[in-house]
Nanobody, 121 residues
């Protein structure tokens, strides 16, 4: 069974940058579509950015021009580069991915464990 492992969160000052990673652990898997979500305390989970296996991307308006989602299919890893961070970007960030098991052809949806991003003023 695959697992999604996130990393890269932390504490940064407003205007700073962070890069989040979301990797599928284990062998014999391929990441298909990936979404990054975030959830701030007391708020609903929000879709921030998406990327297809072919590299087509979409962003929520509030992060356009500041965040970039990208992927390395050879490493089964998706990245979220976050620049010009704002206090309102503070949240727990989660990746969600459809992972394809090469041997069986099965496609299953997975969530990562979440990584905290805190932006201070």
């Amino acid at each position: 069974q695959a697992q999604l492992v996130e990393s890269g969160g932390g504490l940064v000052q407003a205007g700073g940058s962070l890069r989040l990673s979301c990797a599928a652990s284990g062998s014999g898997f391929a990441i298909n579509r990936v979404d990054w979500y975030r959830q701030a305390p007391g708020s609903q989970r929000e879709l921030v950015a998406s990327i297809s296996r072919g590299g087509t991307t979409n962003y929520v308006d509030s992060v356009k021009g500041r965040f970039t989602i990208s992927r390395d299919n050879a490493k089964n890893t998706v990245y979220l580069q976050m620049n010009s961070l704002k206090v309102e970007d503070t949240a727990t960030y989660y990746c969600n991915a459809d992972i394809f098991t090469i041997a069986t052809g099965a496609l299953r949806n997975y969530w990562g464990q979440g990584t905290q991003v805190t932006v201070s003023s």
